[in-house]
């Protein structure tokens, strides 16, 4: 059993920064795809970012290349989501999700790709 707690959401300014961090209790961290997805009200959930297990592949939405950044620290069994420049519309539950099957994924992950997800963390960006 995988567990993923997600954590650093909250209320921030229109073009401020936020770090979403993700920690998984997982035995093999380091063999995982991890990702974040997110939420809005009446909205599916979609892809934000995800780095390879091997952590040599990074991937990003178009709506947040170049503003955030996902990294990972295997020691700790952490990922993070680093976002800078936030907009009202980033405004999401964000998830984070692990993928434990090892798999290449060649292209940007998407919500069936994971296999453990945690409960969410709110973000809100205020204008």
């Known amino acids: 059993q995988v567990q993923l707690v997600e954590s650093g959401g909250g209320l921030v300014q229109a073009g401020g920064s936020l770090r979403l961090s993700c920690a998984v209790s997982g035995r093999t961290f380091s063999a995982y795809g991890m990702g974040w997805f997110r939420q809005a009200p009446g909205k599916e959930r979609e892809f934000v970012a995800a780095?390879?297990?091997?952590?040599?592949?990074?991937y990003y939405a178009d709506s947040v290349l170049g503003r955030f950044t996902i990294s990972r620290e295997n020691a700790n069994n952490t990922v993070y989501l680093q976002m800078n420049s936030l907009k009202p519309e980033d405004t999401a539950v964000y998830y984070c999700?692990?993928?434990?099957?090892?798999?290449?994924?060649?292209?940007?992950?998407?919500?069936?790709?994971?296999?453990?997800w945690g409960e969410g963390t709110l973000v809100t960006v205020s204008s």
């Open positions: 999700a692990a993928d434990t099957t090892q798999r290449s994924w060649g292209r940007r992950p998407t919500s069936r790709d994971m296999d453990y």
């Open positions: 780095i390879s297990w091997l952590g040599y592949s990074h």
